[in-house]
Structures are given as structure tokens and as C-alpha cells.
């Protein structure tokens, strides 16, 4: 049976919180403290050249990080000029690879305001989340309905990286992606110039630093910045600077842009991190805020339901109960909601905004588990976890699955209030709220990714919602986390204070809202018995900025917890919640890069801590 004693529970309990104690406290400090490894050169740029890295020979590096059509006949460069050459090369070979390919960007913007105590806050914010395609020139198509498109977007393909001074720094989605290549069309010596700067070390890769300006007469638009290329292959890996030359009703932002090498020979781009804003005494620009830009999804079948033709799952029409007979009434509204339930699963997962089940999944459900144990639930099938790969904070519940955002993951500051966010679509399933069976009729799955949020939905009435919250805060009383949720409702104290400004990474796309008018409505009793909410106090960490818990990767969507070490608070300006901050991922070669076989084969130190106290659901 599922039974345990309480005291067994609790000593469980803080083996699993100190797993997640890892990446618990201080991720807020990403930015400033990760090193980016600067290596003082050791070379002078002649002498670079002529060796331009520790790599051997051409033959000895092919192995796992070059392309196979790259590695043919190519010596290694000699001079520098042949190292430019060849960056321009497989700069050109990355564009024509990833054309038919249509990767999902996601922009997440927070326009700033100074706070004197606490710095730039966010005063606002803007969500956009998209389909890129790279087949001709870069265009996008939105899962979020937009107003008064059409013109809009014909303007956004005019403006490249800008946002137009005429639409009072009207954001153009597209043009926070731009920065994926330095130059889509005229990346070459007849537009740019390039200037040999430096070797540095970006994580473990060894990196050729160049900067770029274009040539004088190259036109508009074109990029001015500094490349970070690798010196093995010669592709590039990070990108940095803005856009020369915006023409008068333009003006271009500055980006970060950063690739990451997660299949053989190619850097895909990953993350883009653009800022503006200029918070001295007297400054003059109005422009303020900061954008996190992410892709993945490049690994997805672009095309229609009849890709699924070659993807038919036999075991899904096999019966394997030894009595085969027709279902009880009870037993077929059972099988009715589970069909549903795989339904949306599957095409969230081909739409991108799902990951595949995963490790983050087994720490989930650990924490469910925990739920369930204590307080007696047997359910007749075991509740499965599942991440959404995108940044505003939502859950629901669709059948048994209890689906949780990475950005929620990501701001949550310990696993009391992890447990908190759990324990309230686990009430829904609890108590039957079963919303989605109409998703059990096949011909509702035909819809195209971009109609996802208007085709699938899984809002409860007011009366479910207050229902689940009285039921979950039930079980969390009954739970290992009953003296834990002081921090639970410190994280909905800091929610209420922060939700006013961030309407959009509050706005649900498929579950409830967490708030309603910039008012925390879920869970809110929590708050009552909660301490003060106190920026000042560094050692009160109520919720963490955006991106430093889940890592999700472009190629494939899985997702991972971030397992970085915790970086000290010294200021309240260095708690960040809910906010964006940039990009410094630990580049490594692909070779270096865990597989998903190799992170799968880490995690049973998660699941091990309840396998034994519960007989644990396998998928
Ligand atoms: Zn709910």
C-alpha cells in the first residue's frame, strides 16, 4: 500500500529539498556572475592564424563536430584571410541547413522603470510567441492572435531589427529574432569588414573573436558588432552588437545572440538577449526595457497531419487485458478521458509547447507523490507530469496529467511552493474536474500549430477553481510540506506585488489565469499566514527571475533542471523576481554535450528517494 509514517515522510522530504536546494537560492545572479572565461590572448594575430587552433589535423577533428560536407578536403586555414573565408562559408552552409526549417521564437519584453531602492523594475510587458521560417528570408507567423495585422507585418518585414519612433516604440516580434545570423542575404567581404580582435574562451570552447562593420556603401541595416567564432570548425557562436545605419523612422536595438552546438557541425541559434536603456542621471532616451528571445523546436515535422502516416504507435491499438470484454459504463468514461488526454499531450508535443517526457517530469511527480502518499489518494491511474516549453507562468490539468510552464517552474523559489502549484491541479484531478473529453474526437486534433491556443483550452469556472484551491490547501496541510508553505505564500505576496506589471507573462494561453485585474487569485489564502515580504532581506528569496531553473533544449525540446551552483545575493537589486536577464549558457562542443541518454541515466537520484516509499508510476 501507499502508506507511510509521517516522520519516515518528513526525512524523505528534505533529501528531495536538498536536490532542489541546488538550484534553489541565488540563480537570480546568472548574469552578473557567470564568467564568460575571458583568456588574455596568447597569441598575436598573425601567429593565430597560421595555427588557428589546438586541432590537429582536419581528420581528427571530423569526427562528432563537423558536418560531413565540411569536412571534405578542407585544410585547416593558414592565414586569416582563409579563416574569414571559411566563416563565411559555414555561415552560408547554417542558413541553407535550417531553411526548411521552422523553429518556434518566443520573445518575452519587460519595459523598465527606476525604482530608487530596487533599480530598474519592470513597468511593463509583452509576449510573443511565433513559428520562424527560414526558408527564403526570415518570416514568422503567430500562435497569439495579434490586432491589426497585415500591415503590421508587411512593416515588420521592412524594419529588420527596429521598432518605428512614428508607432510610439511599437515592438516588432520579428525583429527581437532577427539577430539569428549577422546577415541573412550579404554576409561576405563585399559588405563587411572584418578585424581580428582576440582569442577568448566561451565556456569550453575556444573562440576567435572578430569584430564586423559594414563597408561603406553596404546600405541600411547591416550588422555592426563583434563574432565570436570557434576555432575548430569555424562557425559562429555568439554574435554581439546592433544594426548600422537605421534609416529615419527606425532605430535598432542592441542584441546578445548565442548558438549552441546540439547535433554534429552545426551551432543552431539558441538565445537572443536584447536591452535598452540608459538609467544615469539626466539621461535623455526614453527607450528602457529588456527581451529574452529564445528558439527551439527545430527539430519538429513542419509539415501536415499526414507526416503522422509514418509515425502510427501500434501498442496503442493492441488489448492486452486478459478478459477481453466490452468496457463497464465507468470503465469506458475512464478510457474516453485518457484518449483525450493523449490526444492533447501528442499535438501539444508536435506544436512545440510541450517537452517530451522527461527528467523534470520525475521530479514533478516526486513532489505529487508526496501529496498523494500523505493524504491517503489512491486515484484508479497514476497522475503523470509534462512541462510546457513556454515562459508565462500557467498550469492545467488535462485527464490525469497535471501540465506545468517552464517559466513557472523557473520563478518558483523551493519545492514548498513548487508543492503549492502542484497540489492545485492535483485537487482537480482529486475531485473529478475533468475538463477536455471533447479532445477524445480525433477530428479536433486537425489543427494547424499556429491555432493551437484557439483550438485547445482547459479553463475551470470560478466554482472548480475555488473549489481546488479548498481542497489543495487541504492537502498540503496534511502533506511533508505543511511547515513549508511560509515560502509558498512569501512567492504569492511577491506575485501580487509584481503582477500589475507583468500582464503578459501572467496571461494563461490554455489553463486559468493565476490572476484576475493584477490580483493574485489562485492560492491566495496562502498569503495570509505568510511573513512580511521584504526586499531588503537577502536571505528572503519569495521568486526567482526568469530562466535560471529549466533548461530547454532547441533541438529536441527536453527539458532539464539547470544545475548551476548558487551565486551569492549581495543587494536587493540582485533578486530579479519574475524579471529577464541575459544570456551566458556554458558553450561546449556536441561531443562534450550530455545526450539525452546520459541525463536520463542522472536523474534516478530524483526518483530514488520515493521509489521505495511508493511504488512509483513508470512511463
Ligand atoms: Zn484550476
Redesign the pocket.
Known amino acids: 500500500m501507499r502508506r507511510v509514517g509521517r516522520d519516515v515522510m518528513s526525512n524523505r522530504n528534505w533529501i528531495i529539498l536538498a536536490l532542489l536546494a541546488v538550484t534553489m537560492t541565488a540563480v537570480a545572479q546568472q548574469p552578473a556572475s557567470a564568467p564568460q572565461n575571458p583568456q588574455p590572448a596568447t597569441a598575436a594575430p598573425g601567429q593565430t592564424a597560421a595555427q588557428p587552433s589546438a586541432a590537429p589535423s582536419g581528420q581528427a577533428q571530423s569526427d562528432q563536430s563537423q558536418s560531413p560536407q565540411a569536412q571534405a578536403n578542407l585544410a585547416p586555414p593558414t592565414t586569416m584571410d582563409q579563416v574569414v573565408d571559411r566563416v563565411i562559408m559555414r555561415e552560408k552552409e547554417l542558413i541553407k541547413f535550417l531553411s526548411p526549417r521552422t523553429p518556434i521564437v518566443e520573445t518575452y519584453l519587460q519595459n523598465l522603470t527606476q525604482d530608487p531602492q530596487l533599480g530598474p523594475i519592470p513597468q511593463d510587458d509583452h509576449y510573443f510567441l511565433g513559428r520562424m521560417d527560414l526558408s527564403d528570408s526570415i518570416d514568422r507567423s503567430d500562435y497569439l492572435q495579434e490586432k491589426g495585422k497585415g500591415e503590421g507585418e508587411g512593416m515588420e518585414k521592412r524594419l529588420l531589427g527596429g521598432l518605428t519612433k512614428k508607432f510610439k516604440f511599437q515592438y516588432q516580434p520579428l525583429g527581437f529574432s532577427w539577430m539569428i545570423f549577422a546577415d541573412r542575404n550579404d554576409f561576405d567581404r563585399q559588405h563587411y569588414n572584418f578585424h581580428y580582435a582576440r582569442r577568448e574562451f566561451l565556456g569550453d570552447v575556444r573562440c576567435l573573436v572578430f569584430d564586423l562593420t559594414p563597408k561603406k556603401d553596404a546600405g541600411h541595416g547591416r550588422f555592426l558588432g563583434r563574432i565570436w567564432i570557434e576555432d575548430q570548425d569555424f562557425n559562429i557562436v555568439r554574435l554581439n552588437g546592433t544594426y548600422a545605419h537605421a534609416s529615419r523612422n527606425s532605430y535598432y536595438y542592441h542584441m546578445d545572440s548565442w548558438r549552441l552546438n546540439l547535433i554534429p557541425g552545426y551551432w543552431v541559434p539558441a538565445y537572443i538577449y536584447s536591452e535598452e536603456g540608459d538609467f544615469t542621471a539626466g539621461a535623455k532616451n526614453k527607450i528602457a526595457f529588456k527581451a529574452q528571445t529564445r528558439m527551439w523546436g527545430y527539430n519538429l515535422k513542419a509539415g501536415t497531419p499526414n507526416d503522422e502516416l509514418t509515425n502510427i504507435r501500434v501498442d496503442s491499438v493492441k488489448d492486452d487485458t486478459p478478459t477481453a470484454q466490452d468496457a463497464t459504463p465507468l470503465a469506458a468514461e475512464r478510457e474516453w478521458q485518457q484518449q483525450a488526454e493523449d490526444n492533447v499531450l501528442e499535438r501539444l508535443e508536435r506544436a512545440g509547447l510541450l517537452a517530451p517526457a522527461g527528467d523534470v517530469d520525475k521530479i514533478l511527480q516526486t513532489v505529487v507523490n508526496n501529496i498523494e502518499i500523505t493524504n491517503n489518494i489512491e486515484l484508479p491511474r497514476p497522475v503523470r507530469t509534462r512541462v510546457l516549453t513556454t515562459s508565462p507562468l500557467e498550469t492545467f490539468s488535462v485527464g490525469n496529467t497535471i501540465v506545468v510552464s517552464r517559466g513557472l517552474i523557473d520563478v518558483l523559489p523551493d519545492e514548498g511552493s513548487l508543492a503549492m502549484v502542484l497540489s ?1 491541479e492535483l485537487a ?1 484531478i482529486v475531485l473529478g474536474h475533468n475538463l477536455g473529453s471533447q479532445f477524445a474526437f480525433s477530428d479536433r486534433m486537425l489543427f494547424s500549430d499556429e491555432g493551437t491556443y484557439q483550438n485547445l483550452g482547459f479553463k ?1 469556472i470560478p466554482e472548480e ?1 475555488a473549489a ?1 484551491d479548498k481542497k489543495a490547501v487541504e492537502m498540503l496541510k496534511a502533506s511533508p510540506y505543511a511547515q513549508k508553505l511560509d515560502s509558498a505564500g512569501l512567492f504569492i505576496k511577491a506575485l501580487q506585488k509584481r503582477a500589475p506589471q507583468l500582464s503578459a507573462l501572467l496571461q494563461a494561453h490554455l489553463g ?1 489565469n493565476i490572476t484576475e485585474n493584477g490580483t493574485v487569485t489562485r492560492m491566495a489564502q496562502l498569503a495570509n499566514s505568510a511573513p512580511a515580504l521584504d526586499w531588503n532581506k537577502l536571505d528572503q528569496i519569495a521568486a526567482l527571475p526568469l530562466g535560471g531553473r529549466v533548461k530547454l533544449n532547441p533541438w529536441d525540446d527536453r527539458v532539464e533542471i539547470v544545475k548551476a551552483q548558487p551565486v551569492a545575493i549581495t543587494s536587493a537589486r540582485d533578486k530579479m523576481p519574475f524579471e529577464v536577464t541575459p544570456f551566458f549558457p556554458r558553450l561546449s562542443r556536441y561531443s562534450a554535450v550530455s545526450t539525452p541518454a546520459a541525463t536520463t541515466a542522472a536523474a534516478p537520484t530524483a526518483t530514488a528517494t520515493t521509489a521505495d516509499a511508493n511504488p512509483a508510476p513508470t512511463n
Open positions: 492545485h482537480h475551470h477553481e481546488a486559468n
